[in-house]
C-alpha cells in the first residue's frame, strides 16, 4: 500500500520560507520520478516541481527561482524548499509520483499571510 506523508507547513508572512517535507513508501520512491502538487481554495490540483531518481529537477514557471525540491533517496523524503512566498502561494501541498499515483496524502496546509 502506497504511504504518502506530507509535513512542515504553517503560517508564514508573505516574503518567508518553509520547508516542506514528504515520506513515501520505499517501494515506489527509489525508482520514481518524485512531485510536489497544491491546491488552492477554489482551484484544480496543479503540478509545482518535480525530481527524478537521478536528481534532475523541474520546476513550474509561476515558483521557479523561489522554490527548490530535493530528494534524501536513503531516506525516501522529498522536500520543497520555498523562499519568497507569496499570498498566492497559499495552498494544501501534496507530495506524489509523476505522474502521480491515484492515492494522495493527507496533505499540509501553507497559508500565506500578514
Known amino acids: 500500500q502506497v504511504q504518502l506523508v506530507e509535513s512542515g507547513g504553517g503560517l508564514v508572512q508573505p516574503g518567508g520560507s518553509l520547508r516542506l517535507s514528504c515520506t513515501a513508501s520505499g517501494s515506489i520512491f527509489r525508482i520514481n520520478t518524485m512531485a510536489w502538487f497544491r491546491q488552492a481554495p477554489g482551484k484544480q490540483r496543479e503540478w509545482v516541481a518535480r525530481i527524478q531518481p537521478d536528481y534532475n529537477t523541474n520546476h513550474a514557471d509561476s515558483v521557479k527561482g523561489r522554490f527548490a525540491i530535493d530528494r534524501d533517496n536513503a531516506k525516501n523524503v522529498v522536500y520543497l524548499h520555498m523562499s519568497g512566498l507569496e499570498r498566492e502561494d497559499t495552498a494544501v501541498y501534496y507530495c506524489?509520483?509523476?505522474?502521480?499515483?491515484?492515492?494522495w496524502g493527507q496533505g499540509t496546509q501553507v497559508t500565506v499571510s500578514s
Open positions: 506524489n509520483t509523476y505522474p502521480p499515483l491515484s492515492s
